[in-house]
């Protein structure tokens, strides 16, 4: 496929398909080359954490038990709290994006950056084999319930949880801008 076309086609999945399993070597493989980015000074902070079996359910009570504590009755709460846990356990992978937090500002944002078009190239390596992800931030990133369990040491941050599975039902295209649109030249 067309590196164009890959990125047009390109869609954040939440609907997959369950009865094929992706292999934790195939993941790594597609990280192994989604590092390939630009990164000022070569700090190369980032690592992974794949998040599967009992530890995806434990995520998933974490998540059940930090949501459903606005709900009003206890039958809404118990209802909210296992639609937020069938949030997580119904993924079939997760892989959190873990950054180590450098202490300067500016090494901090370019590091960010890098790990952005890292999550990008996966993204898109992943779409060119018929897997979908969708990149998720939310305050489970935060939960110190959640970092324990994840192993996320202090002075590292989790920027990123992604939702990994094979395709099930594709979103429509979304038509956007074109940057002509938003371009200005000066001369």
Avoid: C
């Amino acid at each position: 496929m067309q590196l164009e076309q890959l990125i047009k086609d390109r869609r954040s999945i939440t609907n997959y398909d369950t009865s094929k399993r992706i292999s934790y070597e195939e993941i790594q493989e597609l990280l192994d080359i989604a590092v390939w980015v630009p990164n000022h000074k070569m700090t190369q902070p980032w690592r992974f954490i794949l998040i599967d079996g009992e530890t995806k359910q434990k995520l998933g009570e974490i998540n059940s038990k930090q949501g459903a504590k606005g709900a009003a009755t206890a039958e809404e709460k118990e209802k909210k709290a296992e639609a937020l846990k069938k949030k997580i356990t119904d993924v079939p992978l997760w892989i959190a994006v873990v950054l180590e937090e450098n202490t300067q500002m500016k090494f901090r944002e370019e590091d960010y950056a890098s790990a952005s078009m890292l999550i990008q190239n996966f993204s898109l390596l992943a779409w060119e084999k018929g897997i979908g992800t969708i990149w998720k931030t939310n305050t489970l990133l935060e939960n110190a319930d959640a970092r324990e369990l994840l192993q996320i040491r202090p002075g590292e941050r989790n920027i990123g949880l992604l939702q990994v599975g094979f395709i099930g039902k594709e979103p429509k295209v979304k038509p956007r801008v074109p940057a002509s649109e938003r371009t200005t030249v000066l001369n």
